[in-house]
């Protein structure tokens, strides 16, 4: 058995096992821990949000005379004004500017990748086994979800399919899902057990 020395190695384990600790229940030192990460978490943001607004906009105004970025920092500075009542109307403005630019790149994203790209993905030959079952379950899934008419005869045995479809797609998700978390678990495990007790390699 030969014990790590490292301090950081201790300090990760400890909290690694104070985070665990809350499987068996609700404790004070998984509380201490979780709001030690949401303390983390809000410096991180912080210096990075002024890490961006030095290397963004105040560098870029002062030494290459970008003074066009003065309007972005300024509506940033107009977020603040909701804190002040007779202001408060103010913030309205950012808001409105981020939440429309928000929505058109959404959209643009959502189009490109769950249309565009979708349609273009079962516009294949089908010479392979593979292309087949690809453009067969993708129309058996539509069919699932066209109510226009009754799930009888054709229509009702493809939509079936999909349906079936569906549920093996959502099942490998969630073993997938699983299998990610065990990962990590397994991770920490040999993290604790080698690294930090050194009883395995």
């Known amino acids: 058995m030969n014990v790590s020395t490292s301090a950081e190695v201790w300090i990760a384990s400890l909290v690694t096992i104070a985070i665990m600790s809350f499987v068996y229940k609700d404790n004070p030192f998984y509380r201490l ?14 210096v990075l949000g002024w890490g961006n607004i030095r290397d963004l906009a105040l560098v870029p105004m002062v030494r290459d005379g970008k003074w066009v970025l003065v309007i972005p920092v300024i509506l940033g500075l107009m977020l603040y004004t909701r804190y002040f009542k007779k202001l408060a109307w103010l913030s309205r403005i950012p808001l409105a500017v981020m939440m429309g630019i928000g929505t058109g790149l959404a959209i643009s994203g959502t189009v490109g990748s769950q249309i565009v790209n979708q349609v273009r993905a079962n516009l294949v030959k089908l010479n392979t086994i593979d292309n087949i079952i690809i453009v067969v379950g993708t129309f058996a899934v539509l069919a699932y979800f066209f109510f226009m008419a009754e799930h009888k005869g054709a229509l009702g045995v493809l939509a079936g399919g999909g349906r079936y479809l569906m549920m093996v797609a959502f099942g490998a998700a969630f073993g997938s899902t699983v299998m ?19 009883l395995i390699r």
Not at 33 to 46: F, I, K, P
Not at 180 to 198: A, E, K, N, P, V
């Open 33 to 46: 821990v979780e709001n030690l990460y949401v303390g983390v978490s809000a410096g991180h943001a912080l």
């Open 180 to 198: 990610g978390r065990m990962s990590l678990f397994i991770g920490r495990l040999q993290y604790l057990f080698g690294d930090w007790l050194g």
